[in-house]
């Protein structure tokens, strides 16, 4: 018996949970469907999620198909979610991609072909709700091959469109669809062309087998056609599933090496990690070594349970091996992302595991209020927690207002926060007038240096800085042109870490990125002592001193090199009918949107714009009345571009949450209190 870990996507509304429950029932793991209406669908736990209809975490369930063992993943739909795809996707062996009948191919069904296809994920189209009046399965197929992929292979036909007796009939040996088979398939295969031009037919085993190659190498996608309502057609899609998607590789005996993609917290409040199992065998017991691929020290821990999904449950077990999915208890300082054991390949054309991958930016946040003023210590360890589980939750504190902001890329997510702190936490929450995130790059080169012993200088230290600008996406590097063995690692290490925890906040409140920092001059006072007595502290450097000075210096070098605010930009891609171009412009215009492309093919046009990150929901809440409803909008972060150069025009300042070291005299009387 083998497995695949099989992942479920599609826009809002396509129908992919209520697919999921049919497939459930199919297969006998549950005896009563659920209702994404009702809010008693398996896979939706948290309570947004059954409220809105929409999916947010992912969620594991195991069934067999015959041989086959399937772990499937539920994952979200809405486009503000799509870092918890993304992340979903790496663990993932094939994927199902539903599209409705009726409304065809959406903005969101672009996005998340364009990952499966980036990431080289094996994928099925279902196209679903074929017995909803209105539904086209023509239409639909054109504008799968015009704006999704023109490599897809119609896997039946449908009779009784549109009607609820409507149901599929797949394509026969002798069935007229053998030979769009043939042609989709010898597009890639130099063999099965010399065969059929040779002996003027191909057999239908040697067909399916040749789809079955090109399926599980991205080549093609077949397309298979049902209702997740009546259950048509979701045979014919467990048998592509056990027959077209690739097995779960990797060696059982391998050198262990896994991908973390969901953290969650057990009723007694330990963390559970949800592992894909790319290589080797994971035991009870095990020592296990795991950390996300950047700077810092791996952290390890002990594995105390292992829970791994069978038939609709999670059953106990001793160990679990490559290929499959599994929840490890024990493992208290994991986080979403993190490799567990080594870093893997995946036998074959794709990488893995993509534990590592880089998401964009978040570029908005907002300050989160509690209900009650008595729960801000609450709120602040829930906070804390949360982003201990997913390093796509950033949270900045501001100790001087008592306020905590978290950052995100949509709206929506502000109630996925909210309600997981409901439903988590027990605390009611509200938040303020969402933000843009900006970034600052110094403009030109800047120095300062304070000598240890001079009498503005109160720390026992010397600290010369110079800040460059680095090219665009280089983030921040740090230099030394001065000796190494001139003073103690210690201090030189204190200068660096402060040098970077400082650079979170520039000249105007931003994070200060894409810049070099050099060390230019360094001194210290060594370990002294009085006459026989013990080391004296006053009249010895220690770290502090580097730690309290540098600030001080940094930020002077910062404003004598000047910085550039900049603000996210989003790339959008908006298509619409051609006559309400003209009702588009003004506005795109009006939100300082910059233009790209624009022009009309056929009764269409298309816009392919920049526009800033702050106006993109403001223009996905006018864009149906601009449309008339048939407008289609895909966004994603693009880059940073300055804000504030015009006359008058405002530069964004961030409130400070730190010691604030661009005042000297505020800075040293709280430090220096400190110390």
Request: glycine fraction near 10%; include cysteine; proline fraction near 6%.
């Amino acid at each position: 018996m083998h497995a695949v870990n099989l992942g479920i996507l599609a826009h809002v509304d396509a129908g992919k949970t209520s697919l999921t429950e049919r497939l459930l029932h199919t297969v006998g793991i549950i005896d009563e469907i659920g209702s994404v209406d009702d809010g008693s669908t398996r896979t939706d736990s948290l309570a947004l999620e059954r409220q809105r209809g929409i999916t947010i975490k992912s969620a594991v369930v195991s069934f067999e198909i015959d041989d086959v063992t399937v772990d499937l993943i539920d994952t979200p739909g809405h486009p503000d979610f799509i870092a918890e795809v993304e992340r979903v996707l790496g663990v993932l062996d094939g994927a199902v991609l539903v599209i409705s009948a009726v409304e065809g191919v959406q903005a969101q069904t672009r996005v998340l072909m364009r990952t499966l296809r980036r990431l080289r994920i094996p994928t099925l189209i279902f196209v679903n709700k074929i017995d909803r009046r209105g539904a086209d399965t023509d239409r639909v197929l054109r504008g799968i091959a015009e704006r999704l992929t023109p490599a897809i292979v119609p896997m039946g036909l449908v009779d009784g469109l549109g009607t609820r007796d409507a149901r599929t009939v797949p394509h026969t040996e002798a069935g007229a669809g053998t030979a769009g088979l043939l042609d989709v398939l010898s597009a890639h295969d130099d063999e099965l062309l010399t065969s059929y031009v040779e002996d003027d037919t191909v057999p239908y085993h040697r067909l399916r087998a040749a789809l079955a190659d090109q399926t599980g190498r991205t080549r093609v996608h077949p397309v298979f056609f049902g209702s997740a309502m009546t259950g048509a057609g979701v045979d014919a899609l467990l048998s592509g599933i056990r027959e077209l998607l690739p097995a779960a590789a990797g060696r059982a005996d391998g050198p262990v090496s896994g991908t973390v993609f969901k953290v969650e917290r057990g009723p007694a409040g330990e963390k559970i990690a949800y592992v894909r199992m790319f290589s080797g065998t994971v035991r009870t017991r095990d020592l296990l070594t795991f950390d996300d691929g950047g700077e810092g020290v791996p952290r390890r821990g002990k594995v105390t349970a292992i829970d791994v999904f069978e038939r609709g449950s999670a059953r106990r077990e001793t160990s679990v091996a490559a290929g499959r999915i599994a929840t490890l208890r024990g493992l208290t300082d994991v986080r979403i992302g993190d490799t567990v054991g080594v870093p893997g390949e995946q036998p074959g054309e794709r990488a893995g595991p993509v534990g590592h991958h880089h998401f964009s930016p978040p570029t908005l946040e907002t300050v989160v209020v509690p209900g009650r003023p008595a729960d801000k210590g609450a709120l602040h360890t829930a906070l804390t927690q949360l982003a201990e589980q997913d390093p796509l939750i950033d949270l900045r504190h501001d100790e001087t207002r008592q306020e905590i902001s978290v950052s995100l890329y949509g709206e929506v997510q502000k109630e996925v926060v909210q309600a997981t702190l409901a439903d988590e936490f027990g605390l009611d929450v509200g938040f303020r007038e969402t933000t843009t995130i900006c970034v600052e790059r110094p403009v030109g080169s800047g120095g300062a240096v304070e000598f240890n012993g001079k009498d503005t200088n109160p720390f026992l230290a010397t600290v010369g800085l110079r800040v460059d600008p680095a090219p665009v996406g280089s983030g921040v590097e740090f230099r030394l042109e001065v000796e190494l063995g001139g003073m103690p690692y210690a201090f030189f290490k204190a200068v660096e870490d402060t040098v970077k925890a400082a650079l979170d906040q520039g000249i105007h409140g931003w994070q200060v990125t894409d810049c070099t920092v050099t060390m230019t001059h360094s001194g210290y006072s060594p370990r002294q002592s009085h006459a026989h007595q013990s080391f004296d502290k006053s009249m010895s450097s220690t770290g502090a001193d580097f730690r309290g000075l540098t600030p001080l210096v940094l930020m002077d070098a910062l404003r004598r090199a000047g910085t550039q605010v900049y603000e996210p930009m989003h790339r959008i891609r908006l298509e619409a009918p051609a006559d309400t171009l003209g009702a588009l412009l003004p506005v795109l215009a009006g939100l300082r949107a910059v233009p790209r492309l624009t022009e009309t093919r056929g009764r269409a046009c298309v816009l392919e714009w920049a526009i800033p990150a702050a106006r993109v929901h403001e223009l996905e809440q006018r864009l149906p009345g601009l449309t008339r409803g048939e407008g289609e909008l895909e966004a994603a972060f693009d880059h940073y571009a300055p804000v504030g150069r015009g006359p008058g025009t405002p530069v964004p300042e961030r409130p400070r949450t730190d010691d604030n070291p661009l005042n000297r005299k505020e800075y040293l009387l709280k430090v220096t209190r400190r110390v």
